[in-house]
């Protein structure tokens, strides 16, 4: 597991980077954190069911993306890719909004995680680690993926219904 929180840092340190060489228009004045986009995300009115299973649907997508793969060969490979993908975006993620809002946008990130990802970040180690451990833990924990799945439908619960209102609390800042 090591090398896989090693593949997670730098591909975090990679995205950091990306943003921080390039300065990429994307995130910036027109783009995802430009100031019209943080306008129409304050004014938006958010349904919670709808959004729901859009998270879950999402989620569920890629939890079985990576449990399917995971019985195959390409099951370790899966897994480095689905790492280095969510290190990346959250590292450019974090950079743009640290760049363009300093502090504010430091403020916006943290609130963007809460509470959602303290249900979702575990969920997802314990996915990672049925997938790389498949014959130790299926044969001893095959209950282990309820709890995955349970976790992920938790976090998009709170993702749908309880983070809209903390965003729209922060975006009183901006």
Not at 105 to 130: D, N, T
């Amino acid at each position: 597991m090591r090398k896989y929180r090693l593949l997670f840092i730098g591909s975090l340190l990679l995205g950091i980077m990306g943003i921080v060489l390039t300065g990429s228009r994307f995130w910036f004045e027109d783009g995802l954190l430009g100031s019209e986009t943080l306008e129409r995300l304050r004014s938006m009115d958010i349904h919670g069911s709808h959004f729901f299973m859009y998270l879950l649907v999402r989620h569920l997508a890629v939890t079985g993306v990576l449990l399917l793969l995971s019985n195959t060969m390409y099951g370790r490979f899966a897994v480095k890719c689905f790492i280095l993908w969510q290190g990346v975006l959250f590292g450019m993620y974090a950079a743009a909004a640290c760049m363009q809002y300093q502090l504010r946008g430091a403020l916006f990130v943290s609130g963007s995680l809460f509470p959602h990802q303290f249900v979702l970040i575990p969920s997802y180690v314990l996915l990672i680690y049925w997938c790389l451990n498949e014959q130790y833990i299926r044969r001893r924990k095959p209950w282990l993926v309820l709890w995955i799945f349970t976790g992920i439908a938790l976090g998009c619960l709170l993702e749908s219904y309880v983070n809209p209102i903390l965003i729209k609390d922060i975006l009183q800042f901006f």
